[in-house]
């Protein structure tokens, strides 16, 4: 009898340490795909694997408006932004537009708003209205006016809405500073997307358009302008990366005409035309020293993929044929994502693709694990995948997550529904899943109900 609960306290222990352990190490989700832009956490029992509207659902909470920013988490408080309008509009839905977008702005008074809930209970600790006022640019028809994600850095909260303006609140919800952004033309009137990030003590972001492209940083206490670098590109969506290295900070872009690194201070390092795709929105990030960087517009023939190696300086584009060089580890011709942006875990390299399939490499190699397979007809993404406990995690338009586990072989373990448009990609601390759909947020977790 002794010995069997001696047993029970030492497996309980065991359990509690592990959970400690993985709480600790994804704490905080401050930016989108979390703190490395990676979407993968260690694992944690507490993750759920399965749920539906009822589920493993700790809470979940109405979000008035549209938005298809991530959940964002620091501490025991989730950010999120959204866009409500004084009169109904087009409401957006999934699927693919084939270049169509909208020709004028909704003529209607919209509400930029962002919301501080309670990550125990999803109450609405605070909430504010940023802007008011009518559109003055069109966005596309799946999009919203409140695309961008949030960024922390725990001290400060930055609210991007990319033709308005940047917002920086503190945590307790008290509006520090804000700084203008003048509402360029882009490609049909999408509008902007790229999420901002931190890197120090600044706040960076990109704003490509069809006028006066750039990058520019912000002083995070006092929002007064660091740097700003023009950028010759005009159709790219994609949120840049902070890549620490060998005691190197970068600064990594993607962008249809070169991909680029700046330094903290906006100094070109390297670039490299990458015959991107037309439209280039998946973000970059690294895993194991390997920046990975990929565009795919469905009906571009070119969607590249490249894996780069750390410390490159100047022009580092392959010569004609080649497909790597001293700088890039591997590429692939036409294999990119169109909205998605690809999860490396446990050594593979998996690419989601919005019309329902996917394929899996290799990570260090490139080589094929397997190609396009589909999914059950019918799914399409934009939300980007993550991982944890051993799964792959993949979440349709119509809030089906199929859960793969990790393997050679493709395989839907199950499908969890929600049953409503979901867009955003997702995010994970202390032991929950955070999903946002068209309406509102899901907390998901194993350990509470």
Not at 345 to 352: A, D, E, F, K, S
Request: charged fraction near 25%.
């Amino acid at each position: 009898m002794i010995r069997q609960i001696a047993c029970s306290l030492l497996w309980l222990s065991v359990v509690l340490v592990a959970m400690r352990g993985s709480a600790g190490a994804q704490e905080n989700w401050p930016r989108f795909r979390g703190a490395d832009g990676t979407g993968v956490v260690e694992d944690d029992p507490r993750l759920p694997e399965v749920w539906d509207p009822e589920t493993n659902v700790v809470w979940k909470a109405k979000i008035p408006g549209r938005g298809w920013g991530s959940p964002i988490v620091w501490g025991d408080k989730v950010f999120v932004s959204a866009v409500h309008s004084d009169e109904e509009y087009e409401a957006p839905k999934g699927g693919l537009y084939l270049g169509q977008g909208r020709g004028e702005p909704p003529d209607s008074v919209h509400h930029w708003m962002v919301y501080c809930l309670s990550l125990k209970d999803g109450e609405v600790l605070w909430k504010h209205e940023a802007h008011t006022g009518k559109p003055e640019v069109p966005r596309h028809p799946k999009n919203t006016y409140a695309a961008e994600t949030p960024t922390t850095d725990g001290e400060r909260l930055y609210v991007l809405f990319g033709d308005v303006g940047l917002y920086c609140y503190d945590l307790d919800g008290q509006l520090l500073w804000t700084h203008k952004i003048e509402p360029k033309k882009t490609l049909y009137g999408y509008g902007a997307a790229a999420s901002p990030i931190v890197q120090g003590d600044q706040v960076i972001f990109v704003y490509d358009n069809l006028e006066e492209s750039y990058i520019a940083a912000l002083d995070a206490r006092t929002g007064e302008p660091r740097w700003r670098v023009e950028r010759d590109e005009t159709k790219s969506w994609s949120t840049p990366l902070v890549w620490q290295h060998d005691g190197a900070t970068e600064i990594v872009t993607t962008g249809e005409k070169e991909n680029r690194s700046y330094s903290p201070e906006g100094e070109l390092l390297w670039h490299f035309d990458g015959r991107m795709s037309v439209l280039t929105i998946p973000s970059p990030f690294v895993v194991d020293d390997l920046l990975y960087i990929t565009s795919g517009y469905f009906q571009d023939n070119k969607r590249p993929v490249f894996a780069v190696r750390p410390g490159a300086r100047g022009d580092i584009a392959l010569e004609q044929g080649e497909t790597s060089n001293e700088a890039i580890a591997w590429s692939l011709e036409k294999m990119g994502p169109y909205n998605t942006s690809p999860i490396v875990y446990r050594g593979y390299y998996y690419t989601l693709l919005d019309r329902g399939m996917i394929t899996c490499h290799d990570a260090k190699t490139g080589e094929l694990v397997y190609d396009r397979t589909r999914f059950p007809q019918g799914a399409t993404f934009t939300a980007s995948p993550w991982a944890y406990n051993g799964k792959v995690f993949f979440l349709d338009e119509d809030g089906d997550t199929y859960v793969m586990p990790v393997s050679k072989e493709f395989e839907i373990e199950r499908t969890n529904p929600l049953d409503e448009l979901c867009i955003a990609t997702p995010a994970i601390a202390q032991g929950k899943l955070l999903i946002r759909t068209a309406s509102q947020v899901y907390c998901l977790s194993n350990a509470e109900k």
